[in-house]
């Protein structure tokens, strides 16, 4: 171990004498050196004056690198014979994580309060192995503003936005709370959005009351004040749930009895059943089957339309989509039966 002398007094070397006759014969001659450097070197950082020069330490061995971030700092300044604020800075520099005693305070490196504000403070917190409050306080002690603050100042472009569409439109296009663009709303003196008026058409009236307020609104792209307002004007009663005992009615009876039964429009039962994927048990119109499209011109319409049982405007419909002519003269033909037969009908007018 390499030495350098500087001016001194007489006191501080009588001092280390007394130590040195008490420590010898007790410990080796290495940790002797060790001990006496670092009283030597404790005078000088105290402010005595001594004719002992301080110790100047060589070079760091691969053997003392390897003890940081092992043990405690102050453990490893005793091991190797350094102070613990010399071990601290060496530790630093290599970027070698310390650890920490329960209890003990862990100081803040000048690499880890560069991380503050650039990131949230969790997590920087993560990163450095602290806890978010600490992160916190310190960021605060430095005055250096949060990375993403809950609360961020408003701009110009922000506020132009402002009454301009629905508080919880804007609120999901800025990234905010609806309560924070309301009460920014308000400050300015800013009116809520009332929207372009649009008349009610008959359709959309006859929805009201057959499904909740909030779902109507949404499905025909109006306000909830708005649908409120105007079930109210149109008497209609409010939209109450279905039970389990109004649904089993669903396809069982048809709409209307099951509207006068349950209380619901006939509207919205048709809606319910819709939903439900429960198909009509009297359909206003049935599709043409098989059979019945067979019967089409084999004689005239009107028997035709008494034999499959619908009107004669729908048979000529029918037929004139297929494009099957008009029969001219009188045949028989066949009407299906429940068992799948045929039972043989002569036409009115025609001979068997």
């Given at each position: 171990m390499?030495?350098?002398?500087?001016?001194?007094?007489?006191?501080?070397?009588?001092?280390?004498?007394?130590?040195?006759?008490?420590?010898?014969?007790?410990?080796a001659d290495a940790e002797l050196v060790k001990r006496i450097a670092r009283m030597v070197n404790a005078a000088h950082r105290q402010g005595q004056k001594s004719d002992v020069p301080?110790?100047?330490?060589?070079?760091?061995?691969?053997?003392?690198?390897?003890?940081?971030?092992?043990?405690?700092?102050?453990?490893?300044?005793?091991?190797v014979g350094r102070s613990?604020?010399?071990?601290?800075?060496?530790?630093?520099?290599?970027?070698?994580?310390?650890?920490?005693?329960p209890g003990e305070v862990?100081?803040?490196?000048?690499?880890?309060?560069?991380?503050?504000?650039?990131?949230?403070?969790?997590?920087?917190?993560?990163?450095?192995?602290r806890t978010p409050g600490a992160v916190q306080a310190r960021r605060e002690k430095r005055k250096i503003p949060p990375a993403n603050p809950i609360r961020r100042p408003w701009r110009s472009e922000e506020e132009k936005l402002l009454g301009t569409r629905p508080?919880?439109?804007?609120?999901?296009?800025?990234?905010?709370?609806?309560?924070?663009?309301?009460?920014?709303?308000?400050?300015?003196?800013?009116?809520?959005?009332?929207?372009?008026?649009?008349?009610?058409?008959?359709?959309?009236?006859?929805?009201?009351?057959?499904?909740?307020?909030?779902?109507?609104?949404?499905?025909?792209?109006?306000?909830l004040f708005s649908v409120r307002s105007k079930r109210l004007l149109s008497g209609h009663s409010r939209y109450h749930w279905w039970t389990e005992v109004e649904q089993k009615l669903l396809g069982k009876l048809p709409d209307d009895k099951v509207a006068r039964r349950t209380g619901h429009s006939e509207?919205?039962?048709q809606i319910k059943r819709?939903?439900?994927?429960?198909?009509?048990?009297?359909?206003k119109w049935r599709k043409w089957t098989v059979r019945e499209g067979a019967l089409l011109g084999t004689?005239?319409?009107?028997?035709?339309?008494?034999?499959?049982?619908?009107?004669?405007?729908?048979v000529e419909a029918r037929r004139r989509q297929l494009r099957i002519p008009t029969a001219t003269t009188t045949t028989k033909v066949r009407r299906p039966n429940r068992q799948d037969d045929f039972k043989h009908i002569a036409y009115a007018g025609g001979g068997s």
């Amino acid at each position: 171990m390499s030495m350098r002398t500087h001016p001194g007094t007489f006191t501080v070397r009588e001092r280390l004498s007394r130590e040195l006759n008490k420590l010898l014969g007790k410990y080796a001659d290495a940790e002797l050196v060790k001990r006496i450097a670092r009283m030597v070197n404790a005078a000088h950082r105290q402010g005595q004056k001594s004719d002992v020069p301080p110790v100047l330490h060589t070079a760091w061995t691969e053997e003392e690198i390897k003890l940081l971030g092992t043990k405690p700092d102050a453990e490893v300044a005793k091991l190797v014979g350094r102070s613990v604020e010399v071990v601290r800075q060496q530790r630093d520099s290599r970027n070698i994580r310390p650890v920490i005693e329960p209890g003990e305070v862990r100081r803040w490196t000048t690499e880890e309060e560069r991380l503050l504000g650039t990131k949230p403070d969790a997590e920087i917190a993560r990163l450095l192995g602290r806890t978010p409050g600490a992160v916190q306080a310190r960021r605060e002690k430095r005055k250096i503003p949060p990375a993403n603050p809950i609360r961020r100042p408003w701009r110009s472009e922000e506020e132009k936005l402002l009454g301009t569409r629905p508080d919880k439109e804007i609120a999901y296009l800025l990234k905010r709370h609806i309560t924070t663009v309301r009460d920014r709303r308000r400050l300015l003196g800013i009116p809520h959005f009332v929207g372009n008026r649009r008349e009610w058409t008959l359709e959309e009236e006859r929805l009201l009351g057959t499904m909740p307020d909030q779902e109507l609104a949404r499905r025909l792209g109006r306000t909830l004040f708005s649908v409120r307002s105007k079930r109210l004007l149109s008497g209609h009663s409010r939209y109450h749930w279905w039970t389990e005992v109004e649904q089993k009615l669903l396809g069982k009876l048809p709409d209307d009895k099951v509207a006068r039964r349950t209380g619901h429009s006939e509207r919205g039962v048709q809606i319910k059943r819709q939903r439900c994927g429960i198909l009509n048990p009297q359909p206003k119109w049935r599709k043409w089957t098989v059979r019945e499209g067979a019967l089409l011109g084999t004689g005239p319409d009107a028997d035709v339309a008494r034999l499959v049982r619908r009107s004669i405007s729908a048979v000529e419909a029918r037929r004139r989509q297929l494009r099957i002519p008009t029969a001219t003269t009188t045949t028989k033909v066949r009407r299906p039966n429940r068992q799948d037969d045929f039972k043989h009908i002569a036409y009115a007018g025609g001979g068997s």
